[in-house]
Structure formats: C-alpha cells, structure tokens
T-cell receptor, first 110, second 114 residues
Framework: EDKVVQSPLSLVVHEGDTVTLNCSYE??????LLWYKQEKKAPTFLFML????IEKKSGRLSSILDKKELFSILNITATQTGDSAIYLC??????????FGTGTRLKVLA | EPEVTQTPSHQVTQMGQEVILRCVPI?????FYWYRQILGQKVEFLVS????????KSEIFDDQFSVERPDGSNFTLKIRSTKLEDSAMYFC????????????FGSGTRLTVV
C-alpha cells in the first residue's frame, strides 16, 4: 500500500529558529514529491521535486529530495509567526493522484 | 492569479439527503480532482476526471458518489445519500497538463451531515 509519512507531527518554535520537516514515502510509480502549506483552508503550493539532490529554494524555504532513500526535507530558516501552518507532503503517483501525508503542524511563537 | 472556485463554502445537510458540491476549475485546465479531508485527518484522494470521464477513483468513491462536468465550466461532486461520516472538507483541484503536477486547489466546501 502506498504511504507517505511526515515527521514530526507537530512542532513549536520561536521566531528566528530554523526548522526541518521530514517526509518519507513508499509509493509505486513515483512521479514527483510536492510540498504544500495549509493555513485555513486550501493547501497552497510550495515546491515540486522530481530529481534527487537538486535543492529548490524560495526565500527562506528550501527543499530537497533523495529518491534513493525515499525522503524529502523542507527547511524554513529565520521562522516568522506567519510561517505557522500545517505543512503537507504529497507524492504524485502514476499520472493522476496525490498521496498525502498527515502533515506537520508548525507553530511559531513571537 | 487564476483561482479554482468552490461553492458553497459551508453546507449543512441531514443524513440521507443528496448534496451537490460545485467547483469552477481554472479555464484552461484539463484535469480535475476531488479530495476530502476529515477534521484532523489527512487529505484523501477521491476521484480524478479527464476528457469527460473518470480516470481513477479511490475506494472511498463508492456508488454514492458521482462527478459531472455538465456545461464545460462547472465540475460537480454529488453524494446521493449522505452519511454522518461524509462530514469533511471537500477540495476541488485542477491542473493544466500532466507535465505539471502542481494542482491548484479550491478553498473547499465544508460539509456537515447531521
């Protein structure tokens, strides 16, 4: 059975801290791995990773994929209160569907 | 920026009633999806739709569920006889092509079955 596992389930940090969120997967017919941020309702797209070892970066957020070890990490440096959200990892399987992890709930304290 | 629009944002219905959740995908997108998220649980795939037919569906998407694209712009999810366990946030998503696996999600419809 396909599965995506995220850790930790929740995390509380102070502003300015750096956090690393983990995502491991066992999915047949892997296409890509995606990170989403979910604040109140709809997940919003952060990154799509297809190749191993190539870091994607957007401001204070970065992510990398290891297809040999079947995991990805999402780093957030110099965290701000606005980073508080649930971070979802999803794997695109075949050509159509995503398999989501349970998410990591991040709370950044001022 | 183009958006996926879902209506209503919140629907309360009695058990056994039929509900239709509506979505307007981004106009030049070709692939459409429904996902649901039960409170506190993970986002789960329900169904994918392309070229006016279902491409793939999950075990959750049983005979009580159906999807339709009635007029070339709307994409609907119908639940024929709602159960308490259908209470969830339902997300519609669309994607332009298979080369881009990043969906655009709608803001969701919260369905409460009482």
């Amino acid at each position: 059975e396909d599965k995506v596992v995220q850790s930790p389930l929740s995390l509380v940090v102070h502003e300015g801290d750096t956090v690393t969120l983990n995502c491991s997967y066992e999915v047949t017919n892997f296409r890509s791995l995606l990170w989403y941020k979910q604040e109140k309702k709809a997940p919003t797209f952060l990154f799509m990773l297809t190749s191993s070892g190539i870091e994607k970066k957007s401001g204070r957020l970065s992510s990398i994929l290891d297809k040999k070890e079947l995991f990805s990490i999402l780093n957030i440096t110099a965290t701000q209160t606005g980073d508080s959200a649930i971070y979802l990892c999803a794997v695109a399987s075949g050509t159509y569907k995503y398999i989501f992890g349970t998410g990591t709930r991040l709370k950044v304290l001022a | 920026e183009p958006e996926v629009t879902q209506t209503p944002s919140h629907q309360v219905t009695q058990m056994g009633q039929e509900v239709i959740l509506r979505c307007v995908p981004i106009s030049n997108h070709l692939y459409f999806y429904w996902y649901r998220q039960i409170l506190g649980q993970k986002v789960e795939f329900l169904v994918s739709f392309y070229n006016n037919e279902i491409s793939e569906k999950s075990e959750i998407f049983d005979d009580q569920f159906s999807v339709e694209r009635p007029d070339g712009s709307n994409f609907t999810l119908k639940i024929r006889s709602t159960k308490l366990e259908d209470s969830a946030m339902y997300f519609c998503a669309s994607r332009k092509d298979l080369a881009n696996y990043g969906y655009t999600f709608g803001s969701g419809t919260r369905l409460t079955v009482v």
